[in-house]
């Protein structure tokens, strides 16, 4: 009988045991799950943000375009007067 009370009480604590070890996994899962949703949102942030860069600097080079055909249109009209 004491044989069978040992192991009922080893079967008990082993099972015990394994519920802790679920729990640390399950809080684990958890924790990783979190983890990948700030990187997940990390990265749609910088995504936004390389987005936006290029749009100014597609600003910025239509700009410069413009600048420069203004700056040769006036070269051109320069060069009709003399001095």
């Known amino acids: 009988m ?3 009370a040992n192991q009922l009480r080893d079967v008990s604590a082993a099972a015990q045991h394994l519920s802790i070890g679920s729990d640390q996994v ?3 899962e ?3 799950a979190e983890i990948a949703d ?3 949102s990390g990265t749609q942030n910088v995504a936004a ?3 936006e860069q290029l749009a100014s600097m597609q600003e910025i080079s239509a700009s410069a375009e413009s ?3 203004m700056a040769s249109s006036l ?3 320069i060069s009709r007067f003399r001095v």
């Open 26 to 28: 399950l809080q684990s």
């Open 67 to 69: 600048l420069a055909n």
């Open 2 to 4: 004491d044989d069978v």
């Open 49 to 51: 943000s390389i987005e």
């Open 75 to 77: 070269q051109e009209q």
């Open 30 to 32: 958890k924790l990783l």
């Open 38 to 40: 700030e990187a997940a």
